[in-house]
């Protein structure tokens, strides 16, 4: 079976100023998605970024990027220019791309605070 | 489009109460999922549709959970005979096979339950 670790429960950076999550994950499978969620204090869970398995060029939202090593199977997310809106607990979450299984396998999360 | 949407967004019943959980995906999404999470945790998958099959169900769905789709549109999710280990927020989510954005799954402000 799938699982995904998130290894910080908490992490706290200046505003303006780049963090990163870590994200690891176990799976015997080759073809997958990685996602992170973000889940603000309204708990309405917002996608963040996606990264496709197959692809080994690194995915790119705006302030937001990962860093995927497949091999290594680890998908951190990078927050460049925190602002005071990232503010929220922070989800890494696997799927399966084929077969019968839809579900996302989510990590614990990662409580993001910036202070300004 | 107003995204999917949850109701009631909290409950509080009685142990042994039975209660249900409404839920209006993205129109033209045509799968639908549940999942359950507690303080702390990430979600958990509990259940999702295709249409109006329900094509997977969790472990943790017991007897006393059930989920329809009757028209392949909204969804309710019911819970009989109510215990005070349910309490958790119960997410709705929705995604649309096909196109682009790859089945990306978008989530609702969740439903929160409190048995007492």
């Known amino acids: 079976a799938q699982t995904v670790t998130q290894s910080q429960p908490e992490m706290s950076v200046q505003e303006a100023e780049t963090v990163t999550l870590s994200c690891t994950y176990d799976t015997s499978e080759s073809d997958y998605y990685l996602f992170w969620y973000k889940q603000p204090p309204s708990r309405q869970m917002i996608l963040v970024i996606r990264q496709e398995a197959y692809k080994q060029q690194n995915a790119t939202e705006n302030r937001f990027s990962v860093n995927f090593q497949k091999a290594a199977k680890s998908f951190s997310l990078k927050i460049s220019d925190s602002q005071l809106g990232d503010a929220a607990m922070y989800f890494c979450a696997y799927r399966s791309s084929g077969g019968a299984t839809n579900k996302l396998i989510f990590g614990t999360g990662t409580l993001l605070a910036v202070q300004p | 489009d107003t995204g999917v949407s949850q109701d009631p967004r909290h409950k509080i019943t009685k142990r042994g109460q039975n209660v249900t959980f409404r839920c209006d995906p993205i129109?033209?999404?045509?799968?639908l999922y549940w999942y359950r999470q507690t303080l702390g945790q990430g979600p958990e998958f509990l259940t999702y549709?295709?249409?109006?099959?329900?094509?997977?169900k969790s472990r943790l769905l017991s007897d006393r959970f059930s989920a329809e789709r009757p028209k392949g549109s909204f969804s309710t999710l019911e819970i009989q005979r109510t215990e005070q280990g349910d309490s958790a927020m119960y997410l709705c989510?929705?995604?649309?096979?096909?196109?682009?954005?790859?089945?990306?799954?978008?989530f609702g402000e969740g439903s929160w339950l409190t048995v007492v």
């Open positions: 989510a929705s995604s649309f096979t096909g196109g682009r954005g790859g089945n990306t799954i978008y």
């Open positions: 129109s033209e999404h045509n799968r």
């Open positions: 549709f295709q249409n109006e099959a329900q094509l997977e």
